[in-house]
């Protein structure tokens, strides 16, 4: 019997899985696909010939997360790779906002767009040096993280206290509006911001696009040399050098709890897999307590919150092998790892607003991936490994294109889709379509069925907004990886701190498990105790 169970081997089980292994716990991994990985994996299905990752590829959190870090991964086969610049935003009339680990090729870029915008980007960048390492120590702890709140609050009331927690805070078109000139500056920030789902008129996102910009300042947006699948491979082999067991194919069922307490999972082919001190979940919250948990473990009010609970948006994705480098108006941009494909804030306003609306936009905010560019090794020499996704409704009430796109996600609807989202590319690439050898479509359902925690395509485990964020993720009163069963976690992006590749829910949820239990419930099983018992009284 293992000590513990980990139900799912994407980054976050793995994560967890390897911490528990440290610890000198028995471990196995139940992973529902063929394969381990999660989000994080590759395969050369759209041409022999070209490496494509499935859905993840760019990994700023990573690189900065003290989580992976003190892994050690580079000493299991790990190695990264940098495209000679961070990120490009491209304009229609040849503009470009670039940015580079060099600061002052970043600067010198959105200078082009208004002199002194430059000045700017490098007073946001003294505001990281100063204030980046305690924002990034509390972010990859549990919550709440006290010792690093402490220190974060010395440092914000030095550099202005409340003016620097209301630039954190405020919408991301504001903070450009408030810093920048022109356009250059400005994009970088929102389009980094809609890396989750947050519009340039959302609070926080001004806080969140500028931690992203930083991240890759700082760190870059590295990917793993050979495909994204080297990471979770890295992961896997550190696993089981330490004795880990990692079993593909075994879709769970359902935990089981006895007497208040989890004491293993049941696979869908009827197999008891016991744990002797924990069960930990890689799921969406939602999976968890509405289909793996039996609603009679769980207090009312859980449930009554999960109803509540907000998902990020959904995804579509279109993977290319190109026969040529990608043929960009803007020079700079054919450098970049990633570019950002949008013509100015407003286009990105309206872009968001459509979702908002339930249409799906007609002018897609397209987040472009050039693989090969940042690691050579993906596809031949003179060609180009290439991916875009962009964000659609869950419910979808209309197009806003005018071609029809209702959300069946039919093969038909795909292909129109993903035309748009090439015609969209060569706004600002003219003649990329003819470069393209075979391209695969990944719409919300594919990306569902690859990945179960990717409901209809949301890549981040429930909504960044600030309503599902902090002591409110995944539910009001929670914000930490215990759960209403004893000896439950969760180890998801549905727990603090929320999606990215850098592994933080799996290992607050290892370091959970670790701790000596005391007698009764756990503080968290208390309140919601609390509050169910309240609920029935009114």
Request: hydrophobic share 40%; glycine share 10%; with cysteine.
């Given at each position: 019997?293992p000590?513990?169970?980990?139900?799912?081997?994407?980054?976050?089980?793995?994560?967890?899985?390897?911490?528990?292994?440290?610890?000198?716990?028995?471990?196995?991994?139940?992973?529902?696909?063929?394969e381990?990985?999660?989000?994080?994996?590759?395969?050369?299905?759209?041409?022999?010939d070209?490496i494509?990752?499935l859905?993840?590829s760019?990994y700023?959190l990573a690189?900065?997360?003290?989580?992976?870090?003190?892994?050690?991964?580079?000493?299991?086969?790990?190695?990264?790779?940098?495209?000679p610049h961070?990120?490009?935003?491209?304009l229609?009339?040849?503009?470009?906002?670039?940015l580079?680990r060099?600061?002052?090729a970043t600067?010198?870029s959105?200078d082009?767009?208004?002199?002194?915008?430059?000045?700017?980007?490098?007073?946001l960048?003294?505001m990281?040096?100063?204030?980046?390492?305690?924002?990034?120590?509390?972010?990859?702890?549990?919550?709440p993280?006290?010792?690093?709140?402490?220190?974060?609050?010395?440092?914000?009331?030095?550099?202005?206290?409340?003016r620097?927690?209301?630039?954190?805070?405020?919408?991301?078109?504001?903070?450009?509006?408030?810093e920048?000139?022109e356009?250059?500056g400005?994009?970088?920030l929102a389009?980094n911001?809609l890396?989750?789902?947050l519009?340039?008129e959302a609070?926080?996102?001004?806080?969140?696009?500028w931690?992203?910009s930083?991240?890759?300042?700082t760190?870059?947006?590295?990917?793993?040399?050979?495909?994204?699948?080297a990471?979770?491979?890295?992961?896997?082999?550190?696993?089981?050098?330490?004795?880990?067991?990692?079993?593909c194919?075994?879709?769970?069922?359902?935990?089981?709890v006895?007497?208040?307490?989890?004491?293993?999972v049941?696979t869908?082919?009827?197999?008891m897999v016991p744990?002797?001190r924990?069960?930990?979940?890689?799921?969406?919250?939602?999976f968890?307590?509405?289909?793996?948990?039996?609603?009679?473990?769980?207090?009312?009010q859980?449930?009554?919150?999960?109803?509540r609970?907000e998902?990020?948006?959904?995804?579509?994705k279109?993977?290319?092998?190109?026969?040529?480098?990608v043929?960009w108006?803007a020079?700079?941009?054919?450098?970049?790892?990633?570019?950002?494909?949008?013509?100015?804030?407003d286009e990105l306003?309206?872009?968001?607003?459509?979702?908002a609306?339930?249409?799906?936009?007609?002018r897609?905010?397209v987040?472009?991936?050039?693989?090969?560019?940042?690691?050579?090794s993906?596809?031949?020499k003179?060609t180009?490994?290439?991916?875009a996704y962009t964000?659609?409704?869950?419910?979808?009430?209309?197009d806003?294109?005018?071609?029809?796109l209702?959300?069946?996600?039919?093969?038909?609807?795909?292909?129109i889709?993903?035309?748009?989202?090439?015609?969209?590319v060569e706004?600002f690439?003219?003649?990329?379509?003819?470069?393209?050898?075979?391209?695969?479509?990944?719409?919300?359902p594919?990306?569902?069925?690859?990945d179960?925690n990717l409901?209809?395509?949301?890549?981040?485990g429930g909504?960044s907004?600030?309503?599902q964020?902090?002591?409110f993720?995944p539910v009001?009163?929670?914000g930490?990886p215990?759960?209403p069963?004893?000896g439950?976690?969760l180890?998801?992006?549905?727990?603090?701190p929320g999606?990215g590749?850098?592994?933080?829910?799996?290992a607050?949820?290892?370091?959970?498990?670790?701790r000596?239990?005391?007698?009764?419930?756990s503080r968290?099983?208390?309140?919601?105790t609390h509050?169910?018992?309240?609920?029935?009284?009114?």
């Amino acid at each position: 019997m293992p000590d513990a169970v980990v139900i799912g081997a994407g980054p976050n089980g793995l994560v967890a899985a390897n911490l528990l292994a440290d610890a000198g716990w028995s471990v196995e991994v139940l992973e529902e696909q063929p394969e381990p990985g999660g989000a994080v994996r590759h395969n050369r299905d759209v041409d022999p010939d070209f490496i494509s990752d499935l859905f993840s590829s760019f990994y700023p959190l990573a690189a900065a997360s003290p989580v992976m870090s003190r892994l050690g991964l580079e000493h299991h086969g790990l190695r990264w790779s940098h495209a000679p610049h961070v990120l490009a935003h491209p304009l229609t009339d040849g503009r470009c906002a670039v940015l580079d680990r060099r600061i002052d090729a970043t600067a010198d870029s959105l200078d082009a767009f208004h002199p002194g915008d430059g000045d700017a980007w490098r007073r946001l960048h003294d505001m990281w040096t100063r204030l980046g390492p305690d924002i990034l120590h509390a972010l990859f702890t549990p919550f709440p993280p006290l010792s690093a709140t402490a220190r974060l609050a010395v440092r914000l009331k030095a550099a202005g206290g409340l003016r620097m927690a209301r630039t954190l805070v405020m919408p991301v078109r504001r903070l450009g509006d408030e810093e920048f000139r022109e356009e250059g500056g400005k994009l970088l920030l929102a389009g980094n911001a809609l890396h989750a789902d947050l519009a340039p008129e959302a609070a926080g996102s001004g806080g969140f696009g500028w931690l992203m910009s930083m991240l890759g300042q700082t760190y870059g947006f590295p990917v793993p040399v050979g495909g994204s699948g080297a990471l979770s491979q890295a992961l896997v082999r550190r696993l089981r050098t330490r004795g880990g067991v990692l079993r593909c194919g075994r879709r769970v069922r359902r935990v089981v709890v006895r007497d208040g307490r989890a004491v293993g999972v049941l696979t869908a082919d009827g197999e008891m897999v016991p744990a002797r001190r924990a069960v930990l979940a890689d799921v969406s919250a939602p999976f968890l307590y509405g289909e793996l948990v039996e609603e009679e473990h769980l207090p009312a009010q859980v449930m009554t919150d999960l109803k509540r609970f907000e998902w990020d948006f959904a995804t579509f994705k279109v993977d290319w092998a190109c026969d040529g480098p990608v043929p960009w108006q803007a020079e700079a941009a054919a450098r970049a790892g990633t570019v950002h494909l949008a013509d100015g804030m407003d286009e990105l306003t309206r872009f968001a607003a459509q979702i908002a609306m339930g249409r799906v936009p007609d002018r897609p905010f397209v987040l472009f991936g050039q693989m090969t560019t940042a690691d050579p090794s993906r596809s031949p020499k003179g060609t180009e490994a290439a991916w875009a996704y962009t964000h659609v409704p869950h419910v979808i009430r209309s197009d806003a294109g005018d071609e029809g796109l209702t959300g069946t996600w039919s093969t038909k609807e795909q292909e129109i889709m993903a035309d748009r989202i090439e015609r969209h590319v060569e706004r600002f690439a003219p003649g990329f379509r003819s470069l393209v050898r075979a391209r695969r479509i990944l719409a919300p359902p594919t990306l569902q069925s690859l990945d179960g925690n990717l409901h209809d395509g949301a890549i981040n485990g429930g909504t960044s907004a600030l309503h599902q964020q902090l002591v409110f993720r995944p539910v009001p009163g929670t914000g930490r990886p215990e759960t209403p069963v004893r000896g439950l976690y969760l180890a998801s992006a549905s727990a603090h701190p929320g999606g990215g590749v850098h592994g933080a829910p799996g290992a607050n949820a290892a370091r959970a498990a670790l701790r000596p239990r005391l007698a009764g419930l756990s503080r968290v099983q208390r309140v919601l105790t609390h509050r169910d018992r309240l609920g029935r009284k009114r």
